[in-house]
């Protein structure tokens, strides 16, 4: 495919995981139950609550998706994941990999990410099992505590919620209703807030790598995308090792020394894809 086509597709991602992330936050901030009836399927698709629910249909469409097209998951429908991606867009972590050669490390590095990915996964599991508290790793609890407890009560406080919920309800005026939101104890919303702030200054430092060292359920979607059909390879003969798609690379996964992409981390952003001066990155399996 052209570079052109690559770069559409890249922006077409991160429109689509924008979409994405500002519905679910509406979703959050809606006190009406309103917004909410407009994309249930944005709910019942995300992995833990679908894995709590026991939802078959949706672990299984997940399951085939990341089957065909790598951690599409990561890329568009976790608000946490286009959250990070936000973040290096307008800080200096985007810069910074361009300017400087993004270090993907070396088989040591690699080796203690790949372990301590395994910690976590098995913190999380064992711990839920166990009945602990584990619930801090998951994404999407970690983004809708953060919108819940620190952006709901200023969206209150702002009188936004009386004017939604009156519009909601079809009432003629703007603050003609009362709309109650619970606020949390003070250590909820700090330890909500700077979660997520940890998480912005991360990925602001090294793009995906929250994603790549914690998060436990980008571990179960990269063990299932390192089987994708449609997943980018290294043309060899085609690469004249200028590094660009190196620097590029949010997941800093690709090693160009070796010709190789670590599709365990990869989130299927087409990026690398979009900047390659000679089309030497091919999606196939
Ligand atoms: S790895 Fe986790 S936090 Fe990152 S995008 Fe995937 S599910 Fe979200
Ligand atoms: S290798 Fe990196 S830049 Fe290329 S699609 Fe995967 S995450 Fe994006
Ligand atoms: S951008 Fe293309 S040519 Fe340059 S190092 Fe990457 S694969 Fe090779």
Not at 209 to 237: E, H, M, Q, Y
Request: positive net charge; hydrophobic residues 55%; aromatic residues 12%.
């Amino acid at each position: 495919m052209r570079k052109n086509v690559f770069r559409f597709l890249s922006a077409l991602r991160l429109t689509l995981g924008v979409l994405a992330l500002l519905a679910l936050t509406a979703t959050f901030l809606d006190f009406t139950g309103t917004v909410a009836g407009w994309f249930p399927w944005l709910r019942g698709v995300q992995f833990m609550p679908a894995v709590l629910a026991g939802s078959a249909l949706a672990l299984a469409v997940l399951l085939v998706v990341t089957l065909l097209f790598g951690r599409v998951y990561c890329s568009v429908l976790c608000p946490l994941g286009v959250l990070q991606d936000l973040v290096r867009l307008v800080t200096f972590g985007r810069w910074r990999d361009r300017k400087f050669k993004a270090k993907p490390g070396g088989p040591l590095r690699s080796a203690i990410q790949g372990w301590t990915r395994l910690g976590f996964l098995f913190a999380f599991a064992g711990g839920g099992f166990l009945g602990l508290h584990f619930a801090w790793l998951d994404p999407y609890a970690i983004y809708g505590r953060f919108v819940s407890f620190c952006l709901a009560p200023l969206v209150k406080a702002s009188r936004h919620a009386d004017s939604l919920a009156a519009w909601a309800d079809g009432a003629e005026g703007s603050f003609t209703r009362v709309v109650e939101v619970v606020v949390p104890a003070s250590g909820f919303i700090l330890v909500a807030a700077g979660v997520v702030a940890f998480i912005a200054a991360f990925a602001a430092w090294r793009g995906r790598s929250w994603c790549n060292t914690v998060c436990p359920v980008g571990t179960i979607l990269g063990a299932l995308a390192k089987f994708a059909w449609f997943r980018p390879n290294i043309v060899a003969d085609s690469c004249v090792s200028c590094r660009a798609c190196e620097r590029i690379c949010r997941a800093h996964c690709i090693h160009i020394d070796a010709k190789a992409i670590d599709h365990t981390k990869c989130v299927s952003c087409f990026d690398c894809s979009a900047v390659c001066p000679k089309g030497a990155i091919k999606w196939k399996r």
